[in-house]
Structures are given as C-alpha cells and as structure tokens.
C-alpha cells in the first residue's frame, strides 16, 4: 500500500513538473514559407537551442504568406517570420511592420545577406535560385532541344510542355521574374513573358511545383528553383538542371521579428538563433549559398556555375515595385493559372 502510495506521488510529481514546464514554455507563432520536409527538423533544432520555446508554424507559399502578414497588419498574429522572401520582408519593412533588432552574431553574415538598417530589420539565412528542370526523357520522346538561355525556351517546339510558378503566390515565380528584369530591362522582359506564355501550360501556385511535374514526365520543362532540381535529380528522376547561361534570379530566405508581437524576448531569441552557425549547418543540408561565410554545405550535386551566373539585384527597388509588377503580371497572365 505504502508502496503505491510512493509511486502515485512520484507520478503526479513528474506530472506536475511537466505541467509547470509547459506553462513556462512561451509559444512562438512562426510564419514561414519553408518547404514542408524542413518544419520538422527546424523546429526540432530550435526548440533544443533556446529553451523554453515552443514553435507554432504557419506555412505557406511566399504570396499568401506575404498577403496574410500584410492584412493582420493592424492585429499582428505572427510574433516572428522565419524563411521568407527578402523581397516580402522589404515591402513589410517599408510598412514599418518589422521590429528593429540586431540577433547576436549578425555581424558575421554576408553584409549582402543582411538588414543595412541599425537596428537591422531582418537577416539572412541562405539564397535560393530560379534554375530549369529538364526531363531528357521526354525531350527525347517529343524530339525537344536542350535549351541553354530563357531565349530557348521560346521554342514553338515547347508549346505547352512548359510549367512555372505564379508569382503572384510563389516567390520562386517572383524570383525568376525578377531576375528576367534584371538581365533584359522591364519593358524587354514583359516581351520576353508574352511570347514564353504561348509556351507556358500552366502557371503554379507553388514553387517546388514545376520542378515535381517535370520530375514525374508529365511536361519536359519545369521552371522553379535550385534546391527542389537538386533533391529531385538526387533522388533519381530524370532531369537535368539547366542554370541558363544569360543570368538566373536569386532570392534570400530571411529571419524577422513582427512589429507588436506579445513575446519579444522570446522571438529575439529565436532570431539570434537563426543567425547562429549551427543554424546555417542546418540550413546548408538544404541549401548551398548560405549567409554565414565559412559553413560549407552538406547537399550533394549542386551545380557550381549557380554562384557564377546570379544577376545583378536591387532587392529594396525590386521590392518598392513588387504590387506594380505583380498587378500587371497578373492583367497579362493569370488566365493560365491552376486553380486555387
């Protein structure tokens, strides 16, 4: 009897003390718009190197995300962002709608790849790059060439065997407009876009998308990003990632803190762990151009001549234009656009 007694209050002891842990524990409401595959593994990191945190994510793609945080604008919900487009976080940042902070460690980054405001308003985490996936084995079966530049692939051969992300909902599609911008000047890329769209089948709303389609042979050409090309050719599909040798757009996944979050000290502290090395280690199992200089990646295959072929960005113009942009991209194109 005595014996029961001791394990019963042993048992609510553990129960109680876990009980007053959680309490403890602040819980941090995350928006990201990181692939799905990396929730896990980053929470799990997080919540392990800050202790007393519990991470809440709320995922999805770049332009819903960006359009939520910009319509909680007057009651934020977010308390901290953490994998968005640095293009988004400009436009957030030009509605005062980031909290000044500078995460421990800052300094360390890529002057590039960070805030240039004091306190900073966000800071980098890794770049991701608008790439082609490729599958030779349709080309082969359709008698489609293997393109080299964006101009390639307007191609009447390619009429309807091209896919890319909508802009307006991903910003892999954003990205790559963007860096077609940037190469060709405005007024030469809305032309560019025009004659591409009688190739385009279908316009995404996701980035990783395309990429997947082509993968799986259901259109020889999928227009989406580095990391999605890589992890599909690694895995065995049939693609070739084709970095086109007129210059491809880039974009930085950043870190920022919500202006008016109820748990500052907490979100501060996730955001200096978001700058910290071990952070760019995890970051580097997914990505190959990290922030932090120094931390070598661990991702297989990825092609070297990304580095060597990224355009010329002005994020902070690109992002004072990015409703214009997007409002005309939509006016031109959306008719192509798969349900939402």
Not at 106 to 128: K, Q, V, Y
């Amino acid at each position: 009897m005595r014996r029961s007694l001791l394990l019963s209050a042993i048992g609510l002891g553990f129960a109680l003390s876990s009980a007053a842990e959680a309490q403890q524990r602040t819980r941090l409401t995350v928006y990201t718009a990181l692939e799905n595959e990396q929730l896990a593994p980053f929470k799990q990191a997080a919540e392990a190197a800050v202790p007393g945190i519990e991470i809440a994510w709320v995922r999805d793609s770049t332009g819903v995300m960006t359009a939520r945080l910009i319509a909680e604008r007057a009651n934020p919900r977010a308390d901290i962002i953490w994998g968005l487009s640095v293009f988004s976080l400009l436009q957030l940042e030009g509605m005062d709608m980031l909290e000044p902070y500078t995460p421990q460690g800052a300094e360390a980054l890529r002057a590039n790849m960070r805030s240039d405001r004091s306190p900073r308003t966000w800071t980098g985490m890794d770049a991701f790059v608008s790439a082609v996936c490729f599958n030779t084995v349709v080309a082969q079966q359709r008698g489609l060439p293997r393109p080299s530049t964006w101009a390639d692939l307007l191609d009447p051969r390619f009429r309807g065997q091209i896919v890319m992300p909508n802009p307006n909902s991903s910003g892999t599609g954003f990205l790559t407009l963007a860096g077609w911008i940037g190469t060709q000047g405005e007024a030469n890329a809305w032309q560019y876009m025009t004659r591409l769209h009688d190739n385009i089948q279908v316009y995404t709303h996701s980035g990783s998308a395309p990429c997947n389609n082509a993968a799986r042979g259901e259109y020889a050409v999928g227009l989406s990003f580095d990391m999605r090309s890589v992890a599909l050719k690694n895995q065995g599909a049939p693609i070739e990632i084709i970095v086109p040798t007129d210059g491809v757009g880039f974009d930085l996944e950043a870190t920022a803190i919500v202006r008016g979050t109820r748990n500052l000290e907490a979100a501060r502290r996730l955001a200096d762990f978001a700058v910290s090395r071990p952070a760019m280690e995890l970051y580097g199992r997914y990505y190959a151009l990290l922030a932090m200089p120094g931390v070598e990646p661990t991702v297989r295959g990825y092609p070297a001549e990304f580095a060597s072929r990224l355009v010329n960005a002005d994020f902070r113009e690109i992002a004072g234009n990015r409703d214009r942009i997007l409002r005309e991209w939509a006016r031109r194109f959306d008719g192509k656009s798969a349900p939402r």
